[in-house]
């Protein structure tokens, strides 16, 4: 069935430095991609998404670009913040949404 | 636009004990999922409906485990009886339709912990 894989955490960055956490996937079809964030204390919020091969989306400086021959939906950003602190899943969704286990991003001033 | 309302937000109940979680979708919203979230692991569906059907309870552990969405728009999740392993956030989404490009819209959860 589909499933994704991404990269274990925590990450802990340096305000300004560049992110990447990686997710690969696995599936039959062809799959929309997203990116969820879970701020402390709130629910699950789409970030960006990616309905076809080689889209990009983007959002509040984040990007990930839909791989279809790698199979990845890296996230990326070049600058991160204190209030990008927050747990990232890379998610796929065929008929149902799946989910990876999250990655926590914390940022330090 | 009011959002994907939950409650109660969190409970505690002892093991063999019963609980149920209510959910509101964002009105218009046909597809509805429960979601259910252990500790440090990314959400798990647990049941999935379009309107008042069910599309897919695959993961529903049916023996402790029951929803229902009666007309089609609130949906109620009941675990009977509580087990130690339940304890978790029990997340409520919606989407306008239930094909793949649809973007989910979750709910705060209710944190479930059972003693």
């Known amino acids: 069935g589909n499933s994704v894989t991404q990269m274990e955490g925590p990450v802990t960055l340096s305000e300004e430095a560049f992110l990447t956490i990686n997710c690969t996937y696995t599936?039959?079809?062809?799959?929309?991609l997203f990116w969820y964030v879970q701020y402390p204390g709130e629910g699950l919020q789409l970030l960006l998404k990616a309905t076809k091969a080689d889209d990009k989306g983007s959002n509040k400086g984040f990007e990930a670009t839909y791989r279809k021959e790698t199979t990845s939906f890296h996230l990326e950003k070049g600058s991160v913040q204190v209030s990008d602190s927050a747990v990232y899943f890379c998610?796929?969704?065929?008929?149902?949404?799946?989910f990876g286990a999250g990655t926590r991003l914390t940022v330090k001033p | 636009e009011a959002g994907v309302a939950q409650s109660p937000r969190y409970k505690i109940i002892e093991k063999r004990q019963s609980v149920a979680f209510w959910c509101n979708p964002i009105?218009?919203?046909?597809?509805l999922y429960w979601y259910q979230q252990i500790l440090g692991q990314g959400p798990k569906l647990l049941i999935q409906f379009q309107n008042n059907g069910v599309v897919d309870d695959s993961q529903l552990p049916k023996d402790r485990f029951s929803a229902e969405r009666l007309k089609g728009v609130d949906s109620t999740l009941k675990i009977q009886p509580a087990k130690l392993e339940d304890s978790a956030v029990y997340l409520c989404?919606?989407?306008?339709?239930?094909?793949?490009?649809?973007?989910?819209?979750f709910g705060e959860g209710s944190r479930l912990t059972v003693l």
């Open positions: 998610a796929l969704t065929g008929n149902d949404m799946r």
């Open positions: 599936a039959t079809g062809y799959p929309s």
């Open positions: 989404a919606s989407s306008v339709s239930g094909r793949g490009t649809g973007e989910l819209f």
């Open positions: 009105s218009g919203h046909a597809t």
